[in-house]
Nanobody, 117 residues
Framework: QVQLVESGGGSVQPGGSLRLSCAAS????????MGWYRQAPGQQRELVAR???????NYADSAKGRFTISRDNAKNTVYLQMNSLKPDDTAVYYC???????????WGQGTQVTVSS
């Protein structure tokens, strides 16, 4: 079965950094676009960053210049490097794999990121 397992979340002070990882299994990873989304309490889930199977990236305005998404197809893993973290970045971060051509998408279970002094 398909599994997306996020890791790397935690608590950090404002201005700090975290690196999230999402390890995928059960899919042909290199053929999927991979995305990071987040959901803060009482808020809708929103896109943070996405990387296509070809390596093209796009970011939410709030993430541009601070976050970097990357993928390692040999390890079936996608990463989100988050720098200059702010309290507004506090949320549960979810990994998503999608392949629109076959109408498939999968979500991970989420990892908590808390930015607080």
């Amino acid at each position: 079965q398909v599994q997306l397992v996020e890791s790397g979340g935690g608590s950090v002070q404002p201005g700090g950094s975290l690196r999230l990882s999402c390890a995928a299994s059960g899919i042909s990873f290199s053929t999927y676009a991979m995305g990071w989304y987040r959901q803060a309490p009482g808020q809708q889930r929103e896109l943070v960053a996405r990387i296509t199977s070809g390596g093209n990236t796009n970011y939410a305005d709030s993430a541009k210049g601070r976050f970097t998404i990357s993928r390692d197809n040999a390890k079936n893993t996608v990463y989100l490097q988050m720098n200059s973290l702010k309290p507004d970045d506090t949320a549960v971060y979810y990994c998503k794999a999608d392949r629109s051509a076959i109408s498939r998408n999968y979500w991970g279970q989420g990892t908590q990121v808390t930015v607080s002094s």
